[in-house]
């Protein structure tokens, strides 16, 4: 019995001669269209977090803000964490830049997969860089807060006379559960972003690596 | 970029178009997604054709981008649907030899080929196209024995469906 596989072949090069062949015109105006390939999504995405991230610190910046900090004795530390934060947003995007560019659909299968991955992750560590950030700052921030906010200690001074034990559970959770939920929808808005972009990348990738032991 | 550069390009595609045509063929059904699928893979030619050299041949470079292209780049689903159907795309001549118990079995298997997932069909491509384990190796990124183990296990499993 010959092979299936052989029948297969037989017919696959018959059928060869039966595709309906596109013009030298269609290919010209085909080459001059936009690809929507997931690399170029990717991409997109990234230099949106990137910049997103970025903003964020220019843009909270303002006289009101300065003396807030001044108040708290942070302005220092402040200063200090914004360099070293910019120095780490240069480090990332150079990062970036380097492993988006040895993405190249001339290389193999898994090769192509393992870059594409690589530079997501690039993009994945940045954000856990500044959601890190993001706490540590909060952190300092309310703690200085309680140490020096003239408002919030005569709160806390009139607080501390009739429950202290309930105010500070209350204070506890209300951050906790703030925290909690900008950090869930992190979470989720992540997964939902390049779950859809990623899974079937994903997927053939383990595929191939499982062939590969 | 240059006329030359975009004339030279497009002359060798149409003369190499059905590598092109049949990877849609085996990863898409319907006519809409394989005129999708050949518009993007025709993109990403188009792209990595200033640094195709021609110390390859075209058609065998073509596979390499044809096939990363819908395995991987394809943002949309190309899981399909089996149909067996040709739909518009491909016109039917009966030759003499006519067999209907093959074409019925031919119908079949590529129903099955459908049911594979990417990978696998990258695999039948390929061993469609007469490219040797060294080549398919050399193109999927993996070693030339496991190549081989997975295209039995895919004839297991197509001759499975075929003849359950």
């Known amino acids: ?155 806390l001074e009139n607080a501390k006379d009739s429950n202290p034990q309930a105010f500070w559970i209350v204070i506890g959770l209300t951050y906790f559960v703030l925290f909690a939920v900008t950090f869930g929808l992190f979470w989720l808005f992540y997964r939902l972003i390049y779950g859809f972009l990623m899974r079937r990348l994903y997927k053939n990738y383990e595929e191939l690596k499982k062939m590969d032991f | 970029m240059s006329n030359s550069l975009e004339q030279s390009f497009v002359t060798q595609l149409k003369e ?63 899981r399909t649907v089996a149909t067996t159907d040709m739909e518009g795309k491909k016109q039917f001549i009966a030759p003499d030899d006519y067999n209907f118990e093959e074409e019925e079995q031919i119908k079949l298997l590529y129903k099955a080929v459908h049911q594979l997932n990417d990978i696998e069909k990258a695999l039948v491509f390929m061993y469609l196209e007469d490219k040797d384990y060294e080549e398919i190796a050399e193109t999927l990124g993996i070693t030339e024995v496991n190549a081989r183990v997975k295209m039995n296990r895919i004839k297991g499993k197509l001759k499975k469906i075929v003849n359950p």
């Open chain 2, 16 to 78: 190499n178009q059905n590598i092109v045509h049949k990877i849609c063929r085996l990863y898409t059904s319907g006519e809409d997604a394989h005129n999708d699928l050949f518009q993007e893979i025709t993109i990403q030619l188009w792209k990595a054709f200033p640094k195709f050299r021609g110390d390859s041949k075209f058609s065998t470079w073509a596979y390499r981008v044809g096939l990363n292209t819908a395995i991987t780049l394809y943002r949309k689903s190309t």
């Open chain 1, 1 to 155: 019995m010959t092979e299936e596989l052989d029948l297969l072949k037989k017919a696959w090069k018959k059928d060869a001669h039966a595709y309906e062949q596109v013009t030298e015109n269609q290919i010209y105006k085909m080459i001059h269209k936009r690809s929507s390939s997931i690399v170029k999504w990717i991409l997109m995405i990234s230099i949106a977090e990137l910049i997103l991230w970025a903003a964020i610190g220019l843009f909270t910046v303002d006289d009101n803000y300065l003396k807030t900090l001044e108040m708290y004795h942070i302005d220092t530390l402040f200063g200090v964490l914004t360099v070293i934060n910019y120095a780490i947003i240069l480090f990332f995007i150079y990062v970036f830049y380097k492993n988006f560019r040895t993405i190249s659909t001339t290389d193999t299968v898994k090769k192509l997969m393992s870059s594409i991955i690589k530079t997501r992750k690039t993009v994945q560590y940045y954000i856990w860089y500044n959601l890190a950030m993001f706490a540590l700052i909060f952190i300092i921030v309310v703690i200085s807060q309680i140490t020096y906010d003239p408002s919030i200690n005569s709160v």
